[in-house]
């Protein structure tokens, strides 16, 4: 079935650091591509999406692109902060048309030491 | 104003005993889920309704029983809890069910079975 593998945390950087998670995902149709951010305590909150193969999503400085020829999704900011430390997830839709349930990688947190 | 709102938000309780936990979305959306966050955070859909229809129902024990009175409210019932279901349980909403619309995801009901 269909399957989304994200690398193991915790990610630890210092304060203006390039940031990449890396997600790779398996699917047998044309999924659409999200990536999600917990807070302590919270639920999760739609970061970013994407619908088809090679577009960009981006959202707060977070961008993700679509790359079918290498099943990715990978998270990227140039520069993060201390209100960045979260834990990430990235998720994919089963096609449209279909029951909407997401499938979600394992979580990857992120630590942001000022 | 609480977009997505579950109750209780702690739920400490004894194994062999039943237990609810409510949701409910002010947002209008037509398909609400329940999700189920291990303690390695990994996420699990458990169901999905659509306007007040059981769209997904995943491998779940049948202890667990959802109800959907109408499309705001998604409650989930659990009977005779074991240890096992210690989890976080989240409740989320989407505005329909096509795979492209994002979830909106309540706080979160811790659940601890002692």
Redesign the interface.
């Known amino acids: 079935g269909d399957s989304v593998t994200q690398m193991e945390g915790p990610v630890t950087l210092s304060e203006e650091a390039f940031l990449t998670i890396n997600c790779t995902y398996t699917a047998t149709g044309y999924p659409s591509l999200f990536w999600y951010v917990q807070y302590p305590g919270e639920g999760l909150q739609l970061l970013l999406k994407a619908t088809k193969a090679d577009d960009k999503g981006s959202n707060k400085g977070f961008e993700a692109t679509y790359r079918k020829e290498t099943t990715s999704f990978h998270l990227e900011k140039g520069s993060v902060q201390v209100s960045d430390s979260a834990v990430y997830f990235c998720a994919l839709s089963e096609p449209p048309g279909n029951t909407g349930k997401l499938i979600f990688g394992q979580g990857t947190t992120l630590q942001v030491k000022p | 104003d609480t977009a ?1 709102s579950q109750t209780p938000k702690y739920l400490v309780t004894q194994m062999g005993n039943d237990k609810s936990i409510k949701c409910e979305q002010n947002l209008g959306h037509d ?1 609400m889920y329940w999700y189920k966050q291990d303690s ?6 458990m169901f ?1 309704y659509n306007n007040k229809e059981l ?2 129902n995943e491998t779940v024990p049948n202890r667990f029983s959802p109800k959907s009175p109408d499309k705001a409210h998604l409650n989930l019932h659990i009977n005779s809890l074991e240890l096992g279901d210690s989890a976080v349980y ?1 409740c ?1 909403s ?1 505005q ?13 009901t811790r659940l601890t079975v002692t």
């Open positions: 997505v398909t390695k955070k990994f996420l699990k859909i999905s769209i997904i989240f989320a989407s329909d069910q096509d795979g492209n619309s994002p979830l909106h995801f309540g706080n979160g």
